[in-house]
């Protein structure tokens, strides 16, 4: 059973920096594309950014330039370094990980910017 658990996240400011991880257990240790989405709130789940088995990443232009998807060498845990935060990026964060043509999802970790 695939299972995703993220975590860090919290509170910052706006123009602050904080980092969130997803763990992946369970499933294959390598050839899994994984990404983030967040849910702001009262609105729609959207992707964020997509890491894939061969390690290239992509983001949303909300996001480029300020917020950095990278994983782990063994390939089971992914993170999102965000900089530059805009009260806009307020959301639920939650990890997907996509093994054997299923979306897997984790719970979501909360960041909230305010000032």
């Known amino acids: 059973q695939v299972q995703l658990v993220e975590s860090g996240g919290g509170s910052a400011q706006p123009g602050g920096s904080l980092r969130i991880s997803c763990r992946m257990s369970?499933?294959?240790?390598?050839?899994?594309?994984m990404a983030w989405y967040r849910q702001p709130p009262g609105k729609q789940r959207d992707v964020v950014g997509t890491?894939?088995?061969?390690?290239?990443?992509n983001s949303v232009n909300d996001v480029k330039g300020r917020f950095t998807i990278s994983r782990s060498d063994d390939e089971n845990e992914i993170y999102l370094d965000m900089t530059e935060l805009k009260i806009e990026d307020t959301a639920t964060y939650y990890c997907a990980a996509q093994v054997r043509s299923q979306l897997y999802w984790g719970q979501g970790t909360r960041v909230t910017v305010s000032a």
């Open positions: 369970g499933g294959p240790t390598t050839g899994v594309t």
């Open positions: 890491i894939f088995p061969n390690g290239l990443t």
